[in-house]
C-alpha cells in the first residue's frame, strides 16, 4: 500500500492507484472529461490537472500513479482558472446546437462546464472542423462536437478489439476518422461518447434522453444475456443503453443489443391471431386449437401432437410449455433447435463432466493464462466471450489460440491459429492431448484425483497417432506442438467452443474430444473454465427446463421421474416421446397430424427444404410467432406473441445466471405474452383453468428441481443477477470419453453458420443490422472463386445432396481453399436447404449463374 | 556573418541588437554558419528559444509561421490546451501578420504559452517558449505589425524539422516517442510499422542495440531513461510471436539494378529501403547461406541474438524481392569492377571483420592456442567449427567483442575464462550490462594488465601470457586514464588459449586501385561530404570524427559505401542510419543523375551535431513509476557448454506498456530561416 495525502487527508491505497481514483476514496471529487473506468486512461482532456508538492507543474490525476509520501491539492485557484480556462479552450468553435444535438440533457461537456462554472469565451480562433461524416452506416460522426477525449477510440481498440476508430489529420482539423472494415457496428463509440459527436442514425431526432423512461432489461439475441435499459416513450422502443456500472457487461453492447432492436415496432409484427391467414379472436383461435387437439387426440392419441419450443421463450414459459404437452396434452413429442447442437454438447459435458453449460462466469475468461477458442466464432456467437477473450490476451497478457477451420476476428490476436480441415475436430482435440502428454505438460496428481477412469485415458491418448493427426488436420507438428505448449504451460485455461463442432453432424462425439481435452488441460480447475456456446439467447434455460423428450426439468431423467411430476401436476405422464428428428419423421408418415411451432422457424433448421415439405402434410400447424414467416403462412392458427421487451419472466445465461427481463412496453396490437397463451390453453385442455404467476411457477419449479438451490430471485434488480448452482467437479468423477467415430470431408465443402450481424432469424426484421448486412452471401476463398470463375457480387448456385439455392458471392480472405460459408440468417438465401440432416456442412457443387 | 544578433537559445537572453559582441556558445560551435554548405542560416527557432543571426530576420513572421507549422503538420490534437492552444496561438499571430492584431493580443498568446503548460507532451508545450521569447523580446516589431507600420517581406525560406532527443540521438533518428506511444495505446502493430520507418531489423536492435537514445531520455531528468531498447523488441515479438505477416508491399518494380557488397547490418537495411521503392536489390554474401546477418550473426552470439529470430528480420528483407548470393566474395569470386558493370549502382558494405593485431611477442609464430582474432574465434563458433580453444582461455581487450569472446568461451566449454584489459572495469568500453553478463556467467576479470609476451612449451603450444601490472594517469583525448606499465611487475597468467580481442578493421583489398576509390589511413572508404563549418572556423564532424554531412558516393562513379567500412567500425544502429542514408541518395542518384542530401538530411545533421538533450535541463515530472528491466535468466548455468538460449527475455505486453506510460514524448519543433 502506498501512503499519501490529498488535500491534507491521508489515505492509504495499492501500488499503481492513479491520483484519480486516490482522490475518490477520500470522496473527493476531481473533475474529468475523458476519464472512462472500463479504458486505460487517456490524459486528453487535461482537466483533472492536480498540483503536487515539490513538482514544478500540474500533473493529470487520471494517469498519474500514487508515490508515497506524496502531497496533493486538487483544489486551488490556480487549479481553478487552469480548468476553466482549458474548458473555454474545448469550447472553441463548438457549435451551439445543444437544443437539437443528440446529446442534450446527457452531455458531459454541458454538465462538466455547469459544473466549473465555465460561462465565458476568451479564445477565438479559425473553425477548421471537417464537416459531418455521414456515409458510415448506423453512427454519424459531427467532428465539431467532439472534445477529442478519444473514449471511442480506447473503447473500439480496447474492450471490443474492432481497433476500428482512430484519430486522423494534425491540430484542429484532427478528426475520429473509421476504418469502416473493421467495424462491428457495435454503437460502444455512440454510449460512451460524452457528446453528441458519435450518434445513433436510428435514434436521431427520435426523443429527447430526458423524455424516456428507461427500463432495466435483458438483451435476449445471445445467451451472453448483457443487462440493458430499454427506453421507452410511449409504447415504443426508442433505444437500448446499458450502464457500464453494475452490469456484468460493464455496459458494452454489440450490434444486436445496441442497433437491433428495430423489429419490435415492426410494421409487420403480428398483432392480431390468424386462422387460414384472416384474423380471428383469440377465443375463436384457442377454440380452434383446442377442439382440434382433442379431436386428433381421441382419433390417434396423444402422439398424434407434437411441439418445438424455442430459446427465445423464457424460462417460466419453457416450463410451462413442456408441461402443456405432458401434463395437458399427454404427448411427450416435444423438442427445439437445441436438438441440432446445445442438446449434443450439453449431453456429452453432462456425460463426462457432469456439467450442464459452462463450467464458470463468462468474466472467469478474462483472467485466464491461455484460451482455446474451438470451432467457435465468439465475436458472432456470444460477443460478451469475445470481450472477455480480448481483456485476457490483450491487457492481461494472456495466449490465443484459435482453431477454427475460418479466420475469425480473434485470429489476428492468436498466438496460434490452427486451421484445421473441415472434419478434423476429433483429431485435432486427440492430437493436443497426446501432446500435453509427450510433451510433460499435464499434472498427473490432478487427474489421479479427479479422473475415474485414467487407465483409459492413457490407454487412448497412447494410441493416438501424431503422423496421422498431422494428415488429418493438415497442421504441421510445430503448430501443434506451439498450441499444446500454450495450453499446457498455461494455471488457468478457458476452452471455448462453439458451432461448428456442435451443429455438426458428430457434435456429441466432437464436443466429447474436447471434454477430454478439458480434463488434460486443466480448464476445469482452478480460474479456468469450459465454455459450449450456442448462439440462441436463451438456449441455457430451454435446456434447464427439459424440452425434450429425454429430460424433465432439471435435467432429470424422464422415464426415471416423471412419476415425480405426475404426482405433483396431479395427472398421469406419457411415456415414449419423440425428439425433433422423430417428429419431423412421424409427420412425413402421416403419423404426427398436429404441430405447434412456438417460437421457432424450420426454416433455420438444417435440411429446412425436408421441414418445409413436410409442415403441408401437417393437418394442423399452429405458430406462435411475432413476424410473418413462409411459416406463419402455412400456418392453419398463427397466434401473436411478444418480443422480450413486451413480457417479463426470466433468462438463463450461458454462464448460469439467472435474470430477470422486465416488461417495457405493452404487446403491440392484440398480442400476448407467449406465458400467458401456454397459461390459457392449459387451463382450456385440462378443464381446471389455473392461475399461473411467476412466482408460482419458480416454486413449482424449486420444489420439483435443484436447478437453483438458494437462489435468489431479485424482480427488477438487475444489479444481482442471480447464479445457478455452481459446477464443482467431484474427485473421480471426470470421465475421459472414449471416442472412435471419424469423417472424412470430401469435396468442394460448404459451411453454414452465423452472421456477425444478424441473430437468428428476427434481426432480418431489424433496420439496424441491415444496414450493414442486408443480404445472406456466399463467401468463398480467392482460389476457389478463380477456379470457378467468379468475381465478387457474381451468382452463384449451390448445390448439395438435399437442394439448391442461389446467391450472391463474396470472395473472403477468411477462407481455405475447399471451403464456402454462408450464413443461415437468411431465409431468403435459405443456405439451410442444402445442409443435412442434423448437420451444419455439406459437399456442394457450384456453378455461376 | 558569425556575429549572433540575438539570443535566448538554453534559457539565457544575448540581445546585440544594439551593438556588442557578446557571444553563444551553442551558436558558434554547436552550429554550422551554412544550412547546406550554402545557404546561410539567418536564424534558428526550437524549443529553446531563438537564435538570430540576421538582423533583417523578421521574427514575428517566423514565430506566426513557427506557430502555423507546429499546429497544422505536427500538433497531434490529443490533448485539448495542445490541439486547440496551438491554434490560437496560429491564428493569433497570424492575424497580427495581417493587420488585424490588437496589443491584447500578446497577453493572450501569453496566457495560451501558460496554459500550455499543461499539455500532455512537450510538442506544443515548447513550441510556445520561441514565441514567448519574440513577444518579450521583440515586443517592438509586434507592435509595429499591430500598428500597420509593418508588412510581411515574404520570400524568406524556412526548413523545419520535428525531432526529440532520443530520437535525434538514436543513429537511425527512429522515431522514438511515436513507437513508444503506440506500445502505450497497445498498438504494437503500428509501432512496428513507425520503426520499420527507420529500423529494418526491430528484432536485432530490440536486443543488441547499445541504445545511445537511452542517454538522451528526458526521463532520465527526473529519475531514468525509459526502457526504450526493449519496447522495440515487444513491438517485433508481438508480430513474431501472433504469426503476423509484415504489412510492407514494395512499390512497383523500377528497372534498376543495385549490388550490394555484404549482408550485413548496412546492406540489409539499403536493401530493404531500396526494395521498398522497386529497385531489385542483389546482395553478395562472402559466408555460406544460413549465416547471413554479417557482424549481427558472426560477431553477436546466440545467447544475445539467436538465429531464427535474426534469420526472420533477413527473411523478411528476402520476401520484399531482395535476393541474397551467399558464398560469394566481391574481389575474389566477381570483381568490383565487373560488379559495378552489371549493375547500376554498387554499395560496399563490407563490414569490419579482420582482427587488428595486438602487438606482443610471438604474436606472428603460430603457436598452437593463440587464435587469430576474437571476431575470428566468435565467427568461427558461431558457424560450428572448430575454433582451437583448449581449457583455460584467455582473451585480451576491453570491447564487446572481448566480452562476447570470454562468455562463448564459456558456452564452447572453457573451465577458465579470462578477461585481460589493461585498464580498470569503469573504462572498458563494452557496455555496462555486457560485462555484468560476463560477471553474472563466472568470467575471471584481470583489470590493469598489459600482456607482453606469449609463453609456449617445447611443442609450441601455448602455456600462458606474460603481463606487465598497468597503473592509471592523466585522461588521454578519450577522456579515459592513461594506462602505464608498472616497472618490474610481470607475471604470468596460465591459459592454453589465448584471444586477441582489441578491436578490428574492414578488410577492403577488393578495391582495387583501378577502381580509383580513396581508403582513408584508417581502412575505411572515403566517402564524398558538404562541407560545413561553425562560427568557429572548425569543420563539424561526427563521434566518429567523419565529415558530418557525407552523400556516401566514393571516388568510383554509381559507387556507394556504407556501413562499418564506410564509418569506421561502429554498432548495428549506425551502419542501419548510414544505409538508410545511402539508400536514399542511391535513388537520388539512379533518378535524377546526381547523388545528394536535401534539406531534411541537412537538418538532421545540424541537430544532431547541435544535441537536442540537455542533460542538465529540469523536467518537473513526479517520479512514481520506477524504470522496468526486461527478465533475464541468471546463474552460470545459462553459460553452461553448449548452451546458446537467449538470456534477456524481454516484457510481456503488459509491463511494456507500464513502461512506455513512462515515457515523456519529449518531440520539439526546430526551424531554421536561410
Known sequence: MVSLTIDGNAVSVPKGTMILEAARQLEIQIPTLCWLQKISPTGACRICAVEIEGIDRTMTACNTPVKAGIVVTTQSEKLTRIRKQIMELILINHPLDCPVCDAGGECELQNTCYDLGVNRQEFEAEDVNPGVIDHWPLIQQVPSRCVMCEKCVKVCHEVVGANSLFVNDKGDKAFIDKNLESCEFCGNCVAVCPTGTMISKPFKFKARPWALRKVPSVCTYCPSQCQIDINVQGNEVFRITSDDAGTTNNGNLCIGGFFGYGYINSSKRLTSPLRDGKAVSWDSALETVTSTIERIRQESGADALAGLASPRLTNEENYLFQKLFRAAIGTNNIDSEARFGALRALSALDKGLGLRGASNLISAIGDVDTVLVFGADPTAEAPAVDWQIQRAVRNKDGKLIVANMRRIKLTQFANSQLSYKPGSEIALADGLGRLLVNRGLIDEDYLTRTVANLGELKDQLAAVDLEQVVVTTGLSLTELEAAADLLGKADNVAIVFGADITKSSLGTARSAAIANLAILSGALRGQGGLYPLDEKGNIQGLLDMGVCPEKLPGFQNYAEHKAKFAKAWNCQLPSGGKDAEGILQDIETGEIRFLYLAATNPQSFPNSGRWMKALQKLEMLVVQDILPTEVTRLANIVLPGVSFAEKSGSVTSLDQRVRSLEQAIRPVGDSREDWDIFAELYGRLSKTPLTFSRSSILTELSSLTSLYGDVCFTGSDRHRPCLKQPYRPVDKNLHFQLISVNEEAEGLQLLSGKSSSHFGTTSTWASGPLEVEAEGLIQISAEDAQAAGIKDGDQLKLTSTTGSTTGKVLISGTLPQGLLFAPYNFTELGIQQLIPDGDNRTTVQLAKV | ?674
Open chain 2, 1 to 674: 556573418m558569425t556575429q549572433v544578433t540575438f539570443s535566448s537559445w538554453g534559457r539565457q537572453v544575448i540581445d546585440n541588437r544594439q551593438g556588442g559582441d557578446a557571444e553563444v556558445d551553442v551558436a558558434k560551435k554547436k552550429l554550422p554558419i551554412s544550412f547546406d554548405g550554402e545557404k546561410n542560416i539567418a536564424a534558428f527557432m526550437g524549443w529553446d528559444g531563438l537564435i538570430l543571426h540576421d538582423p533583417q530576420v523578421d521574427v514575428v513572421a517566423m514565430a506566426a509561421e513557427y506557430a502555423k507549422r507546429v499546429q497544422e503538420d505536427f500538433c497531434c490534437a490529443k490533448c485539448s490546451p495542445g490541439k486547440k492552444g496551438t491554434r490560437v496561438m496560429q491564428d493569433t499571430l497570424a492575424r497580427i501578420i495581417d493587420g488585424h492584431g490588437e496589443e491584447k493580443d500578446l497577453a493572450t498568446l501569453e496566457n495560451i504559452a501558460e496554459l500550455m503548460q499543461n499539455c500532455k507532451c512537450t510538442l506544443c508545450m515548447t513550441s510556445a517558449v520561441p514565441v514567448v521569447d519574440t513577444i518579450q523580446n521583440f515586443r517592438e516589431d509586434y507592435l509595429a505589425y499591430i500598428r500597420g507600420e509593418r508588412k510581411p517581406k515574404g520570400n524568406v525560406e524556412y526548413k523545419v524539422k520535428l525531432t526529440a532527443p532520443c530520437q535525434d540521438k538514436c543513429p537511425a533518428h527512429i522515431d522514438i516517442p511515436a513507437y513508444i506511444e503506440a506500445i502505450k495505446d497497445r498498438h504494437y502493430d503500428e509501432s512496428l510499422a513507425i520503426i520499420r520507418e527507420s529500423m529494418p531489423l526491430p528484432a536485432v536492435c530490440g536486443r543488441v542495440c547499445p541504445h545511445p537514445c537511452e542517454t538522451a531520455c528526458r526521463r532520465a531528468n527526473v529519475d531514468d531513461s525509459v526502457n526504450i531498447m526493449v519496447l522495440k523488441r515487444t513491438a517485433s515479438e508481438y508480430e513474431r510471436q501472433h504469426n503476423l505477416q509484415p504489412p510492407m508491399l514494395p512499390k512497383e518494380k523500377k528497372n534498376k539494378k543495385i549490388a550490394i557488397v555484404g549482408a550485413g547490418p548496412a546492406g540489409l537495411a539499403a536493401a530493404y529501403y531500396l526494395a521498398l521503392e522497386g529497385y531489385s536489390c542483389t546482395i553478395y554474401e562472402a559466408l555460406p547461406e544460413g549465416f547471413g546477418g554479417g557482424m549481427i550473426a558472426v560477431g553477436i552470439p546466440a545467447y544475445r541474438m539467436p538465429r531464427h529470430i535474426l534469420q526472420r528480420d533477413i527473411d523478411i528483407i528476402s520476401a520484399m524481392g531482395v535476393e541474397i548470393i551467399y558464398d560469394t566474395r566481391i574481389g575474389t569470386d566477381i570483381s568490383l569492377v565487373e560488379l559495378k558493370q552489371r549493375f547500376d549502382a554498387v554499395l560496399l558494405a563490407p563490414g569490419a571483420h579482420r582482427s587488428k593485431p595486438m602487438g606482443v611477442e610471438g604474436e606472428d609464430e603460430g603457436y598452437d592456442g593463440f587464435l587469430a582474432g576474437g571476431i575470428d574465434f566468435l565467427r568461427e563458433a558461431y558457424m560450428g567449427k572448430p575454433t582451437g580453444m583448449g581449457k583455460k582461455v584467455c582473451v585480451v581487450g576491453g570491447g564487446n567483442t572481448a566480452i562476447d569472446c570470454v562468455r562463448v568461451a564459456l558456452r564452447e566449454g572453457a573451465e577458465d575464462s579470462i578477461l585481460l584489459y589493461r585498464r580498470t572495469r569503469k573504462e572498458m568500453p563494452a557496455d555496462v550490462w555486457e560485462v555484468d553478463g560476463a560477471d553474472d556467467e563466472g568470467v575471471q576479470f584481470e583489470f590493469l594488465v598489459l600482456p607482453k609476451k606469449i609463453v609456449v612449451d617445447e611443442n609450441r603450444q601455448v602455456t600462458g601470457v606474460e603481463c606487465v601490472r598497468m597503473e592509471l594517469g592523466e585522461p588521454d583525448d578519450s577522456g579515459r586514464r592513461r594506462p602505464s606499465p608498472v616497472a618490474g611487475s610481470e607475471f604470468i597468467v596460465e591459459c592454453d588459449t589465448l584471444i586477441p580481442a582489441i578491436g578490428q578493421d574492414p578488410d577492403l583489398s577488393f578495391i582495387t586501385e583501378d577502381t580509383g576509390i580513396e581508403i582513408t589511413r584508417w581502412n575505411t572508404v572515403v566517402t564524398k561530404f558538404v562541407p560545413l563549418k561553425s562560427a568557429a572556423g572548425r569543420d563539424l564532424n561526427d563521434d566518429m570524427g567523419n565529415p558530418l554531412s557525407r552523400i556516401l558516393l566514393t571516388d568510383m562513379d554509381g559507387v556507394f559505401a556504407s556501413g562499418d567500412a564506410e564509418i569506421g567500425p561502429l554498432t548495428v544502429v549506425a551502419c542501419v542510419g548510414n544505409a538508410h542514408r545511402a539508400a536514399k541518395v542511391i535513388q537520388r542518384y539512379l533518378e535524377e543523375g546526381q547523388a545528394y542530401l536535401t534539406d531534411d538530411d541537412f537538418h538532421e545533421d545540424i541537430l544532431s551535431h547541435l544535441g537536442v538533450y540537455d542533460k542538465h535541463e529540469e523536467v518537473p515530472w513526479l517520479d512514481a513509476v520506477a524504470r522496468f528491466n526486461q527478465h533475464e535468466i541468471h546463474g552460470k548455468e545459462r553459460a553452461s557448454a553448449g548452451n546458446y538460449e537467449e538470456v534477456e527475455l524481454g516484457f510481456s505486453d503488459s509491463e511494456a506498456v507500464q513502461e512506455a506510460e513512462r515515457c515523456l514524448r519529449c518531440y520539439r519543433v526546430s526551424m531554421i530561416a536561410v
